[in-house]
């Protein structure tokens, strides 16, 4: 597994020449590199979420297709179309920017549901159906989206089927003052990722992809996935928990995130450092609730409290069970 982290650390470490200061969003992102999963970058305009999308894939040399959602995308244009060749009397088809290893869906709740609803096979079953054929995907295949949380007008929120096919969700947030001072220099000349090169290949990733199943995750650290998981179901301040495919993406993503860290094992850090980004997004709170401006994060973090951590010794504190240690 320390060949992962050295790997990982240097594409890291390239992305951060364009993305400055926000190592744990690169973390993440790399983490869903390595589990073939999807990501939504969620944030405020201006912070970089398109730029580390680019960063990303130009880092590992992967072919990048990026898709503008407007409120006029038809599904067609992002599948691609079957179009009737009068020379040869047949249906051609015509790939739309789906077909790539990393697909950019900028700006993606600006589009109408049955635009949104286009991305759902690909994302699922790594495939797109036009016209009644069947067209596989190139491998990798990762979708990043992009939406602004702030903006609503003219907007069409996300569908929780569609929402759960993304493995994280991830925010960037606003650089230090130091930070901002140095993209400020960076960018003095030009962007640098004009000047971004590649250093890794495609075949690594590939190779990485499959060498972090083998990561070990012990029955006490499956229980503990599952619990949490569980747990959510059943929390006064939400509406719909979690699904098993919530449990699978948890499980997924803290073999990435041991191996980034040079484990072939996962710890129960590692599950408390994912649960949100996992799980937060998955998670309808109910409408009491959100009057009282009760959010994910808030939810998820009373889950990891009450539930107990393998190998912690339980104690009592505010009439709740919780693990001492934490």
């Given at each position: 597994m320390n060949d992962i982290q050295q790997v990982a650390e240097r594409v890291a470490d390239n992305v951060e020449q364009v993305i400055i200061g926000k190592r744990r969003a690169v973390d993440l992102l790399l983490v869903a590199l390595l589990c073939r999963g999807h990501v939504?970058?969620?944030?405020?305009?201006?912070?970089?979420?398109?730029?580390?999308?680019?960063?990303?894939?130009?880092?590992?040399?992967?072919?990048?297709?990026?898709?503008?959602?407007?409120?006029?995308?038809?599904?067609?244009?992002?599948?691609?179309?079957?179009?009737?060749n009068q020379q040869t009397s047949q249906f051609e088809f015509r790939p739309g920017p789906v077909?790539?290893?990393?697909?950019?869906?900028?700006?993606?709740?600006r589009a109408t549901p049955k635009t949104q609803s286009s991305l759902l096979e690909s994302m699922e079953e790594r495939q797109i159906?036009?016209?009644?054929?069947?067209?596989?995907?190139?491998?990798?295949?990762?979708?990043?989206?992009?939406?602004?949380p702030i903006e609503y007008e003219g907007t069409f929120p996300l569908p929780e089927?569609?929402?759960?096919?993304?493995?994280?969700?991830i925010h960037l947030g606003y650089p230090e003052k130091a930070q901002e001072l140095q993209i400020l220099d960076s960018q003095r000349q030009q962007h640098p990722l004009e000047t971004?090169?590649?250093?890794?290949?495609?075949e690594n990733l590939l190779t990485m992809q499959q060498q972090i199943k083998d990561v070990y995750v012990d029955d006490a650290i499956k229980d503990y996935i599952v619990s949490i998981t569980i747990a959510t179901r059943h929390h006064?301040?939400?509406?719909?928990?979690?699904?098993?495919?919530?449990?699978?993406?948890?499980?997924?993503?803290?073999?990435?995130?041991?191996?980034?860290?040079?484990?072939?094992?996962?710890?129960?850090?590692?599950?408390?450092?994912?649960?949100?980004?996992?799980?937060?997004?998955?998670?309808?709170?109910?409408p009491a609730a959100r009057i009282r401006n009760v959010q994910a994060p808030q939810v998820i973090d009373d889950v990891l409290?009450?539930?107990?951590?393998?190998?912690?010794?339980?104690?009592?504190?505010?009439?709740?069970?919780?693990v001492g240690a934490r």
């Open positions: 939504l970058l969620e944030d405020v305009p201006g912070v970089g979420k398109t730029v580390l999308a680019k960063s990303i894939a130009r880092s590992i040399g992967a072919t990048f297709k990026r898709i503008q959602f407007t409120p006029d995308l038809l599904p067609s244009d992002v599948t691609g179309v079957s179009i009737f077909i790539a290893q990393i697909v950019l869906a900028d700006e993606i709740n159906t036009v016209d009644g054929i069947t067209h596989p995907l190139p491998n990798p295949f990762i979708v990043l989206a992009t939406q602004n089927a569609q929402l759960d096919r993304f493995l994280l969700r971004l090169t590649q250093v890794i290949s495609v006064d301040d939400v509406y719909l928990g979690a699904s098993p495919r919530g449990s699978l993406a948890l499980f997924r993503t803290v073999q990435a995130a041991a191996a980034l860290q040079g484990r072939d094992y996962v710890i129960p850090d590692d599950v408390k450092l994912l649960a949100e980004p996992v799980l937060g997004h998955r998670l309808i709170i109910n409290g009450a539930v107990p951590v393998p190998g912690g010794r339980p104690s009592r504190r505010n009439d709740r069970e919780v």
